[in-house]
């Protein structure tokens, strides 16, 4: 008694509906790794944005005293407690690359961030500091590019949008993409950049 086999037609329609389904599925999955790659490297450099500015503290005495120096000094304070493997290297966004009193550097996983603090005796300790969360191939503010605030005087080490990223009812509220850094740490992904308008800090916090 012989088996039935499949027909070579039959054959092709399977492998044509499996690539099909591929080709719809696995962009879908390099996105969502990549997205959580990017969130874990922004809660992680938050981690170490504090740990550098605690032992800057411990080393250079009370920051209210660090306004003897210059901004650039106040920087390298910074740098000095942050693992990066070259410095002066450019920043891939050409606005920031060009701000007034910028340090910049690449980390050992391959972001580059830039450090910024006022001319004037370092701002009081206060400074941004910008992430280019896949190096020089970074292009978009809130997809790689994102944005801390420090505080040298209060130990704070704050993502950009906190405290301004929240309209009526608890809806996400950006003004530009990168004031969506906070988003991104507190609820671990980057869904502002696809469904913004149904979010909400209490109920919806991703697409899905």
């Known amino acids: 008694m012989f088996k039935k086999a499949f027909t070579l037609a039959e054959v092709l329609i399977v492998i044509a509906i499996i690539g099909t389904v591929a080709a719809i599925t696995v962009p879908n999955l390099s996105d969502s790794y990549k997205e959580d790659n990017t969130v874990v490297k922004l809660q992680k450099f938050q981690n170490e944005l504090q740990s550098a500015q605690k032992q800057a503290i411990a080393k250079y005495g009370d920051p209210n005293f660090w306004n003897s120096n210059s901004a650039l000094e106040c920087n390298q304070r910074y740098l000095e407690f942050l693992e990066n493997t070259q410095s002066g290297v450019t920043f891939p966004d050409t606005t920031i690359n060009s701000t007034s009193n910028i340090t910049k550097a690449e980390l050992k996983d391959g972001s580059i961030i830039g450090i910024v603090h006022g001319s004037n005796i370092c701002n009081n300790g206060n400074g941004d500091v910008y992430i280019a969360t896949d190096g020089k191939n970074s292009s978009v503010k809130g997809k790689n590019i994102f944005k801390f605030t420090l ?42 950049l696809k469904c913004a308008a149904s979010l909400n800090w209490e109920t919806k916090t991703s697409c899905d």
Not at 156 to 163: D, Q
């Open 151 to 192: 505080n040298l005087s209060q130990g704070t080490v704050i993502p950009a949008g906190r405290g301004a990223d929240r309209a009526g009812n608890n809806n996400i509220s950006l003004s530009d993409n990168i004031m969506g850094t906070n988003w991104a740490i507190t609820n671990g992904n980057l869904d502002y």
